[in-house]
């Protein structure tokens, strides 16, 4: 059974920032498959459903970015799930101009707290990831207050698209594998 886990912050004043849009993924994958995510258990609230013919969990954490991978320990615990080849963590980045997507079969946080603490819960970094290029932080900004800011003017449109193109991607890893989707989903996107 997949596992699609979307990084974010729980709470209103989280939504729509930067570091949420692993949550706002999630949210097209839900509406799209009707997937309610309905269930709060395990440190997270998920629903279950079918996703490219596989069973699938949608996943948003509630543990608090930095503690993301409590809950999809837990979670794959419970449903037996092989973390390297069922799991799928989507997480915002900031070296990748907004709204560009990289698929990763594994690799490193990056600098990234939640995929830090993930690696640190499974015990290895081998699971595939779907990052979604938020931009480069102004040199004034501090990296929490930018990554905890929300998108202004073009990059509205532009991030909104980025959703569903990484709910795309998700969806080719489960039925065409990771290398066809890095091959389709990693590269630039239109508005450049």
């Given amino acids: 059974m997949f596992i699609i886990a979307g ?3 729980p709470g209103r004043e989280y939504e729509n920032t930067r570091h949420n849009v692993g949550f706002a993924t ?3 994958l839900s509406d799209k498959h ?3 995510l309905s269930e709060e258990k395990h440190k997270g609230l998920y629903g279950k459903g079918i996703i490219a013919g596989e069973k699938c969990v949608l996943l948003k954490p509630l543990t608090y970015m930095n503690l993301s991978g409590e809950c999809i320990r837990e979670l ?3 449903y037996k799930t092989d973390t390297r080849s069922e799991l799928i963590v989507i997480s915002d980045e900031v070296s990748l101009d907004v709204g560009n997507i990289r ?3 594994k690799g490193s946080a990056g600098g990234h707290n939640g995929l830090k603490n993930i690696i640190q819960m499974l015990g290895h970094d081998e ?3 779907v990052r979604i290029g938020v ?3 102004p040199r004034e900004y501090k990296l929490v207050d930018y990554v905890l800011g929300h998108f202004q003017g073009d990059d509205i449109p532009v991030i909104a698209d980025s959703y569903k193109l990484a709910a795309d991607a998700c969806e080719s890893i489960i039925s065409e594998g990771v290398q066809e989707a890095m091959n389709t989903y990693n590269r630039k ?3 450049e």
Avoid: C, E, H, Q
């Fill in 7 to 9: 990084l974010g912050n």
């Fill in 76 to 78: 794959a615990d419970y």
């Fill in 189 to 191: 996107n239109s508005a």
């Fill in 26 to 28: 999630i949210d097209i």
């Fill in 103 to 105: 698929v990763r079969p």
């Fill in 127 to 129: 699971f595939t990831r």
């Fill in 135 to 137: 931009g480069n932080k």
């Fill in 34 to 36: 009707g997937i309610s």
